[in-house]
């Protein structure tokens, strides 16, 4: 599937800019308890910043940046001795605390110490290079439906708080992706949001150098690299290809473009109704349209997460606005097949394909624009997926095409 085939003009372009935007991202360390293929991360022990600097960069976040949640990284932030202090300034400043965790020391004891914290919701990322051990050791995307569920069904015995997954996409996963969102419609009244992040690193094929300002690098220095000649250019709509393929009437709603393309796809999210047994529809651009519009004139901020009550929703937003958007008012017909279906709780749930940065031919490096991911380095905003290169050279990275 190439860009010709989905219109970017069709889709909603989601309204968030660097000084205005839905999600930031703090990272509270850098040290981790599993070591992910395709991490863009150096895992650093004793990496643990004080309360104090965490403090210093919240009110950062909230001088420079309007924000709605504040995504918790690392690094594994539940590794980090205070993290609980740290949900809780979160909450403090009236943002939402993300936690976006591989999961391991996640306990419902500790669940529930987060949760009086102020935590509003999980990112769990699983995907099957994470080098997890025992039960999981080798275990297929698929097969890790059952880790997932774990997780999720963990949030919902503690109840009222969000629930997400996210998974780094590679050449030989790429196929699992429908069964992966074939689970998450089955479970649809517990996870609201599945994240599929494409692989990226720097590989011996790329036509490029690199250098740090004036100064040339050396590409096998730097931290996201591999000796190996891997696939590192999948693209959002190819993951779309292969989701429609299963599920012919998935469609996305909405996108954040690249800095360098207008028609490239970086955040491609699709928005769906329905039950754990029917999927009623795929919400239209003048839906998100109305979500974010209305979120940012009564709340002062572009939506984010959706809490769980929100989620629940699903069959009020189909009677209710199915007069502003084409995607809504199908879905309610849909539903309205069966008239016993009104009586039936239904759900809203997400799916989102990030494409991270790509490689012009011409060296020029396409960012998302509008970069949710925004973290703080020497008190600036900076791209948290390059953070590396400014730690070991003091500034992002350019390509230039090899003479």
Same mark, same amino acid.
């Given at each position: 599937?190439?860009n010709?085939?989905l219109?970017?003009?069709?889709?909603?372009r989601?309204?968030?800019?660097?000084p =205005?935007n839905?999600i930031?991202?703090?990272?509270?360390?850098s040290m981790c308890?599993?070591?992910?293929? %395709?991490?863009?991360?150096d895992?650093?022990?004793?990496?643990h910043?004080?309360?104090? /600097?965490?403090?210093?960069?919240?009110?950062?976040?909230?001088q420079?940046?309007?924000?709605?949640?504040?995504?918790?990284a690392?690094? =594994?932030?539940l590794?980090?001795p205070?993290?609980v202090?740290i949900v809780?300034?979160?909450?403090?400043?009236?943002?939402?605390?993300?936690?976006?965790?591989n999961?391991?020391?996640?306990?419902?004891?500790f669940l529930?110490?987060l949760?009086n914290?102020g935590v509003?919701?999980?990112t769990?990322h699983?995907?099957s $290079?994470?080098g997890?051990?025992?039960k999981?050791?080798?275990?297929s995307?698929i097969?890790?439906?059952?880790?997932r569920f774990?997780?999720?069904?963990?949030?919902a015995d503690?109840?009222?708080?969000?629930?997400?997954?996210?998974?780094t996409?590679?050449?030989?996963?790429?196929? =699992?992706?429908?069964g992966?969102?074939?689970?998450a419609?089955?479970n649809?009244?517990?996870?609201?949001?599945?994240?599929?992040?494409?692989?990226?690193y720097i590989v011996p094929?790329?036509?490029f150098?690199?250098?740090? %300002?004036? /100064?040339?690098?050396d590409?096998?220095?730097i931290?996201?690299?591999?000796?190996?000649?891997r696939?590192v250019?999948i693209?959002?709509?190819?993951?779309l290809?292969t989701?429609?393929?299963?599920?012919p009437?998935?469609?996305?709603c909405? +996108?954040?473009?690249?800095?360098?393309?207008?028609?490239s796809y970086?955040?491609l999210?699709?928005?769906r109704?329905?039950?754990r047994?029917k999927?009623?529809?795929?919400?239209?651009?003048?839906?998100?349209?109305?979500?974010m519009t209305f979120?940012?004139l009564?709340?002062g901020?572009?939506?984010s997460?959706a809490?769980?009550?929100?989620? $629940?929703?699903?069959?009020s937003?189909?009677?209710f606005?199915?007069?502003?958007d084409k995607?809504?008012? $199908?879905?309610?017909f849909?539903?309205?097949?069966?008239?016993?279906?009104v009586?039936?709780?239904?759900y809203?749930?997400?799916?989102? +394909?990030?494409?991270?940065? =790509?490689?012009?031919?011409?060296?020029?490096?396409s960012m998302c624009d509008g970069?949710?991911?925004?973290t703080?380095?020497?008190?600036?905003?900076?791209?948290?997926?390059r953070?590396?290169e400014?730690?070991?050279?003091?500034?992002f990275?350019?390509?230039?095409p090899?003479?």
């Open positions: 599937m190439n010709t085939i219109n970017h003009r069709e889709l909603y989601l309204p968030w800019t660097l =205005d839905a930031s991202w703090l990272e509270p360390t308890n599993l070591a992910c293929d %395709g991490c863009y991360r895992n650093e022990k004793d990496s910043k004080t309360i104090e /600097q965490i403090k210093h960069e919240l009110d950062l976040f909230v420079k940046r309007n924000s709605d949640c504040i995504s918790v690392g690094g =594994d932030p590794v980090h205070e993290i202090e809780r300034q979160i909450k403090l400043r009236g943002l939402k605390p993300i936690l976006n965790t999961g391991v020391a996640l306990t419902p004891e529930k110490e949760k914290a509003f919701g999980f769990f699983v995907d $290079k994470q997890r051990g025992g999981w050791k080798d275990k995307e097969e890790l439906n059952e880790l774990h997780y999720a069904k963990m949030l503690e109840g009222n708080i969000a629930c997400s997954f996210n998974a996409v590679y050449e030989d996963t790429l196929q =699992d992706i429908p992966m969102i074939d689970w419609h089955k649809i009244d517990i996870v609201n949001t599945m994240v599929f992040i494409a692989f990226r094929t790329m036509p150098d690199w250098y740090a %300002g004036g /100064q040339k690098v590409w096998q220095t931290i996201y690299h591999t000796e190996q000649k696939k250019d693209l959002s709509t190819d993951m290809k989701v429609k393929e299963r599920i009437e998935f469609k996305p909405a +996108f954040l473009n690249g800095t360098e393309k207008v028609d970086k955040w999210l699709t928005e109704v329905g039950t047994k999927i009623y529809g795929y919400l239209g651009p003048k839906f998100m349209e109305l979500v979120h940012h009564f709340k901020t572009y939506l997460y809490d769980t009550k929100t989620s $629940k929703m699903g069959r937003t189909l009677l606005l199915w007069a502003f995607g809504v008012k $199908k879905a309610l849909k539903m309205l097949r069966n008239p016993f279906r009586f039936k709780k239904s809203l749930q997400s799916i989102l +394909f990030i494409q991270p940065v =790509d490689f012009m031919e011409d060296g020029r490096q970069c949710p991911d925004i703080v380095l020497n008190d600036e905003l900076v791209w948290s997926c953070l590396e400014h730690k070991q050279f003091g500034q990275l350019r390509s230039v090899k003479g």
